[in-house]
């Protein structure tokens, strides 16, 4: 029986689906000995642990669109890439000052400072060859995907909303700005996974925009259960530092619409995404698993 075989779930099929990233990232990363080994060995440790939420994204929006896995597998490792260096430059000194990322030592603290930045610039840069020697795909498609995914992650995407969100600390955001802010912070390289897919699959511009409102309301309603859980989360069952956002005075979802408003927002977004995927396919499966399986998570 195939990986995409409809008479097995999406999330029976999962594992596959990691398994199969997990050989890819593998492939791609080059081996920890290899000189600088310091600098392999580190970007190795970035990449290590974490759900894999935004590949499987990739996954399961190629699935729907009928698209081979073969096919995907480069979007998948590149959008994984992004979020990876992401997450090291964010723990850094300058920016949140995390010492724990995944339950373990952020990069600068198992190795040091100037390597968590150098991991994340080669880490950034990796994701883009990676579409570059995308299989399966011709060279409009990939060219495509780099234009997306450069987007995605650039100073009008995820870097703008850092910048921003930065900036934002003892300020008091309109419910408006916030949600540009977190539509870019979070929601960008989310909403670019479903591109990546549209990408591949060669979808006409109504199935495009359709798939793209799905990954606009996940990635909303992602963030917006993001405070909610950091608000009401023992911090000391988490794998990171907690409540960074309320220690450092910034608006929040729960802040400006209150608590329960604020799950009520996220549920309607959950229940949009999953119309969305429904008129997208008759077999939504993969996405409609995939609004679940974030709604219900608890941290």
Not at 24 to 48: K, S, V
Not at 88 to 102: C, F, I, K, Q, Y
Not at 160 to 176: K, R
Request: aromatic share 4%; charged share 25%; proline share 4%.
């Amino acid at each position: 029986m195939s990986l995409t075989s409809p008479e097995v779930s999406f999330d029976t099929r999962v594992p596959a689906y990691l398994r199969r990233l997990d050989h890819a990232m593998d492939a791609l990363l080059p081996p920890g000995n290899t000189d600088p080994d310091r600098l392999h060995e580190a970007m190795r440790y970035a990449c290590e642990g974490g759900k894999h939420l935004r590949a499987l994204m990739v996954y399961a929006a190629g699935e729907t669109l009928g698209v081979a896995p073969e096919k995907l597998d480069a979007a998948a490792c590149a959008v994984e890439l992004i979020h990876a260096y992401s997450l090291v430059h964010d723990d850094l000194p300058g920016m949140d000052n995390d010492d724990l990322r995944r339950g373990r030592p952020t990069v600068h603290k198992a190795y040091d400072v100037a390597t968590g930045i150098l991991v994340g610039d080669a880490l950034q840069t990796l994701a883009f060859e990676a579409l570059a020697n995308a299989n399966g795909l011709d060279a409009e498609q990939r060219i495509r995907m780099i234009k997306a995914l450069t987007h995605a992650s650039g100073s009008l995407g995820m870097v703008g909303g850092q910048a921003v969100d930065m900036a934002s600390e003892n300020l008091t955001l309109s419910l408006e700005r916030l949600e540009s802010l977190h539509a870019r912070k979070t929601g960008a390289l989310i909403l670019v996974t479903c591109q990546l897919a549209g990408i591949a699959a060669n979808v006409p511009d109504r199935v495009r925009d359709v798939l793209e409102h799905f990954g606009k309301c996940i990635g909303l309603a992602f963030q917006i259960q993001d405070d909610v859980l950091d608000l009401v989360a023992d911090t000391a069952t988490l794998g990171k530092t907690a409540g960074k956002d309320l220690a450092q005075n910034k608006s929040t979802f729960p802040s400006l619409l209150g608590l329960e408003p604020a799950r009520q927002r996220a549920d309607a977004l959950f229940d949009e995404a999953r119309d969305a995927a429904r008129s997208i396919s008759s077999d939504a499966g993969p996405l409609l698993w995939l609004a679940d399986h974030i709604q219900q998570r608890n941290h």
